[in-house]
């Protein structure tokens, strides 16, 4: 069986996500020693540099989505299951930094499709509590584990159904956030195709730097940062950096 | 104590129980691990329920880390892996814990 990590890395007029891609793919190939694909643009594939043994898929983004009033190309997630090359997938976001191999367990087990639905700010301060942002609880699509089997192919294309009529979604689940987000978009797909009585989880936490914690510096061991004056490292352990300013660093 | 003393004990505090708590979910984290298909952690409950069941029954079923049944087989293998998992991880959270409390 063909086991692989896929990456979407598509630039915005704001950021620059090639230049956390040669940050993060990095970390993934030593840390998890897995063939990498990286779903891309035309563009933002022109300005990536040389990543080694990388496989490319360029792909006619979808726009017109926004965060913060800021364009945010995300609209692609689903097609990951028509665009992975393995038979056992771990997608994961751009802005991951791989700094453990804790990730490869996941290809051992049974699971179709497993999805983290808790995270663990590492500044303490327990930023994303959004229990009370919808009626169904969120998950993270910041790393999605998935096989080529029936069942994941139907939360991905649950995801596509969801994608065209978010607005409904978003209404029925009175969800705080108007612009389509994949969180909750696989966490409406997973709790329909598993008929509303839950469903499998990564079982651990994804630990995340939050986007008011800005990156001094790192390493291929791991993170600085700071946040309201103070300083905190994290080494050895996998981390979901939202300041984008970490391409800078 | 003067105030800033004070201030600068907390905030030590405050970093301790921070890289503890980070700590410790990385030694959770690192606790996962897969056995026949299916995740398992290797906490002391696991352990200890292995264990018991083991030293009556050549055979079992347990529950893995998302309620699925699992027949095992060979629980000694199974109890090698938990013993081993479980130590290798502590093992390391306790060298990070000892370096966060004593060179602060």
């Not at chain 1, 998950?139 to 009529?165: P, Q, R």
């Not at chain 1, 612009?179 to 696989?186: E, Q, S």
């Not at chain 2, 890289?19 to 298909?37: V, W």
């Amino acid at each position: 069986m063909k086991k692989g990590i896929l990456v979407f890395c598509i630039n915005t007029d704001l950021y620059r996500y090639d230049k956390i891609a040669q940050k993060t793919i990095p970390l993934l190939k030593k840390n998890l020693g897995l063939p990498v694909t990286v779903v891309t643009n035309f563009d933002t594939y022109n300005l990536l540099p040389p990543l080694g043994f990388v496989d490319y898929k360029l792909i006619d983004n979808q726009t017109g989505n926004f965060i913060n009033n800021k364009p945010w190309h995300n609209l692609d997630r689903h097609r990951a299951y028509e665009l992975s090359p393995y038979d056992k997938t771990l997608l994961v976001d751009v802005d991951f930094f791989c700094y453990s191999d804790n990730l490869l367990t996941l290809f051992d087990t049974d699971h179709d499709f497993l999805v983290h639905d808790q995270v663990h700010d590492v500044t303490g301060k327990d930023s994303y509590n959004f229990r009370r942002n919808s009626s169904i609880p969120m998950v993270w699509a910041t790393l999605i584990f998935f096989k080529k089997t029936e069942l994941a192919k139907s939360i991905f294309d649950m995801v596509a159904h969801i994608k065209k009529n978010y607005q409904f979604y978003c209404n029925l689940y009175r969800i705080d956030f108007p612009n389509f987000r994949n969180d909750y978009a696989f966490a409406i797909a997973l709790q329909q195709i598993h008929g509303f009585v839950g469903y499998p989880v990564m079982p651990t936490k994804l630990a995340t730097l939050p986007a008011n914690a800005k990156v001094t510096s790192l390493d291929d061991q791991g993170i600085t940062w700071t946040v309201e004056d103070r300083q905190g490292s994290i080494e050895h352990t996998d981390v979901h950096v939202i300041d984008k300013g970490v391409a800078y660093v | 104590m003067e105030i800033s003393k004070l201030k600068q004990k907390s905030d030590r505090s405050y970093t301790i129980a921070l890289e503890k708590q980070n700590a410790l979910e990385k030694a959770k984290s690192r606790m996962l691990f897969a056995h026949n298909g299916h995740l398992f952690n290797a906490d002391a409950e696991t352990i200890s329920l292995v264990k018991t069941l083991s030293e009556e029954l050549g055979t079992f079923v347990i529950l893995d880390v998302n309620d699925n049944p699992v027949l095992i087989e060979d629980p000694k293998a199974l109890l090698d892996v938990l013993k081993s998992k479980n130590q290798e991880v502590l093992n390391s959270y306790h060298q990070l814990y000892k370096t966060i409390t004593e060179t602060r």
